[in-house]
């Protein structure tokens, strides 16, 4: 992966006239280019390039701002588009245009010929027509050849396939992010590596708009359990579309608790995916959605790396454990117990204490171990089980280690529905839910909950595994502050890069202060 100071010399670099990085917010890296080159583009390579372009419909401005097409007339010319402006995305002006005038040389010219709209220079008796295959090719050629495209997220050449495959996926996060009138419940420290994730293509600040504000209909994105009560009964009384945002699975190099912003968040227009009473985009791609063989490969080279590097939410590293006896070995993560994920459900919610007594119940020959969830160990959460009561049950309580190390060693992992069973499942243990994880009712696991009958597919581990990492999330690189693949996020985890500020460790550190003091405080109650 391309080093920090190497990003920095590259931040003066020249942006590709044509396909460019979109000015994220925050952004650290500006574009493409590494060296100018002598190249040459084949005829047929400009054509299936042509293609890619035209199907990914990048180029230009292409994350400009849309104007509804009733206020610009269906013929474009010189005054028309100077009065749209340049931040105006070209292809969604030429969609929906009948012709353009324009001079050549312009990414307005080149799209209406990658879209077939009819061009002619201003000025000109001839009537407008679309370009030839044979016109088309020396302007592609002029806007692609003759430079170097570096990948901005490492320090390796890029061939044009690929730059046109990364400026889609931008482009449709940017599409998806469109509609978002108005973002709540967001904190300033978790702000930095968020903003790119949910940018529009728009400059203007949206965090925290005043409601009343808003129109029925419109679309808002929420951090429900950090948005006052208040301001959702508004949102909720307005008619307004609620986005639910949370942390993504794979999270970051540290605990949300103490102020360690998300690497990664997941952003659900349909329901949030720890709800199992409503539907998620999670189930849904689960329920009905495709898995290509390329994207299962994808996710087998991702399922290697996390597992070599023992990648969890919130930390990675390994350490050798040793078995505490001949009996099989069962772990029981604890959960956050006012956490929605342990509260979204039907009836009373399972607290830590009856999980363990439901899994001693059920396996009396095991040597159970239970361990504490890290936000309720760093004094932040609800969900504290004294030592004493919870020795009843298990035969020890285990508190230091990643929990990727203790999934290694167990043979079983019992579950309410934290995210740790889906973290078993990667690594090829067996889990038994009592909750109702997204992860429960697709064949892969022991289901003694209350599974939603929605949920009738059968799924292997690899298509499990690529929704919930790789089509489910989004991610943000910590060094370029760009939206990336998985892969990059997962690589910056294993170097130990972070996103990070002197700021945000001074919070960091009065948080772990604060809860030092809770934990001190706790540790010894009663039940």
């Not at 004294?386 to 203790?406: H, K, M, N, T, Y």
Request: hydrophobic share 40%.
């Amino acid at each position: 992966m391309v080093a920090m100071d190497v990003i920095r010399s590259r931040r003066s670099a020249r942006s590709h006239a044509f396909l460019s990085i979109p000015p994220f917010p925050r952004r650290r890296y500006d574009g493409f280019v590494l060296s100018a080159i002598a190249g040459n583009l084949s005829d047929e390579t400009l054509d299936e390039l042509a293609e890619l372009i035209r199907e990914a419909r990048v180029g230009g401005c292409y994350w400009g701002a849309q104007p509804v097409p009733g206020d610009f007339p269906d013929h474009l010319g010189p005054d028309d588009l100077a009065t749209l402006g340049a931040d105006v995305d070209p292809w969604h002006l030429l969609s929906a245009a009948r012709e353009i005038s324009c001079d050549p040389g312009g990414d307005h010219y080149l799209i209406a010929g990658l879209l077939g709209v009819p061009v002619r220079r201003p000025g000109s008796a001839a009537p407008a027509r679309p370009l030839g295959r044979q016109e088309l090719r020396p302007l592609l050629k002029a806007a692609l050849g003759g430079f170097l495209m570096c990948d901005p997220f490492g320090d390796e050449p890029m061939s044009w396939s690929e730059v046109i495959a990364l400026c889609r996926q931008w482009r449709e996060l940017i599409d998806a992010n469109r509609e978002i009138a108005a973002i709540y419940g967001f904190a300033g420290w978790k702000r930095a590596t968020t903003e790119p994730l949910l940018w529009g293509g728009s400059d203007k600040q949206r965090f925290d708009r005043d409601p009343a504000e808003l129109t029925a209909g419109q679309a808002v994105a929420v951090w429900r359990s950090r948005t006052a009560p208040a301001v959702l009964s508004e949102l909720e009384a307005s008619g307004v579309r609620l986005i639910e945002v949370e942390d993504g699975f794979i999270r970051s190099a540290g605990l949300g608790a103490n102020c360690v912003p998300p690497q990664s968040i997941v952003v659900d227009p349909i329901g949030i995916y720890f709800d199992g009473r409503t539907p998620s985009r999670l189930e849904q791609l689960l329920q009905s959605g495709r898995f290509t063989p390329d994207l299962l490969d994808r996710f087998d080279s991702l399922q290697r790396r996390i597992t070599t590097l023992g990648l969890t939410k919130y930390d990675s590293g390994h350490q050798r454990l040793d078995r505490r006896s001949p009996k099989p070995h069962v772990l029981v993560p604890a959960q956050v117990e006012d956490d929605r994920a342990v509260l979204s459900i039907d009836g009373p919610p399972l607290t830590n204490l009856e999980l363990l007594r439901r899994v001693r119940a059920a396996r009396p020959d095991a040597y159970v171990l239970f361990k504490p969830h890290p936000d309720v160990e760093a004094g932040h959460r609800k969900g504290v089980v004294p030592e004493a009561v919870a020795l009843q049950f298990a035969d020890e309580i285990v508190r230091e280690g990643s929990i990727a190390s203790w999934i290694d060693l167990v043979d079983e992992v019992h579950v309410n529905s934290s995210l740790a069973g889906f973290e078993a499942l990667v690594r090829g243990k067996a889990v038994v839910t009592y909750g109702v994880p997204f992860y429960a009712g697709w064949g892969l696991t022991t289901d003694l909950g209350s599974i939603p009958p929605r949920r009738t597919a059968r799924r292997s581990l690899g298509e499990l595994s690529a929704a919930t990492l790789l089509l489910y999330p989004r991610y943000v690189d910590p060094v370029t502050n760009l939206p990336c693949s998985a892969e990059v996020a997962v690589a910056r985890l294993a170097h130990g890069t972070r996103q990070g500020s002197i700021g945000a460790s001074a919070l960091v550190l009065a948080r772990r202060i604060v809860g030092w003091l809770k934990r001190r405080l706790h540790r010894n109650d009663p039940v």
